[in-house]
């Protein structure tokens, strides 16, 4: 889980977007509003303001767009 911790903190640091797959198969889109101990906020492109648990995150990486 400390990857995770380290791959959220950078991505927030410099702010860029993400791409966020969780356990329970859910996925989130946008820019890592706040980070604190035990979980992040994103701003999700589509629902908002949304806190995730680091426990639930399966992969956070950066966003990247779909190639046409």
Do not use: Q, W
């Not at 966020?20 to 629902?47: A, C, P, S, Y």
């Amino acid at each position: 889980m400390n990857e995770i911790n380290d791959v959220a903190n950078y991505l927030f640091e410099n702010k860029l977007n993400v791409h966020i797959d969780t356990k329970d198969k859910e996925f989130f889109n946008g820019l890592i509003f706040e980070v604190n101990e035990t979980f992040i906020v994103v701003h999700d492109r589509m629902i908002g303001l949304t806190p995730i648990s680091f426990s639930s995150i399966e992969t956070i990486e950066k966003f990247r767009e779909r190639e046409e």
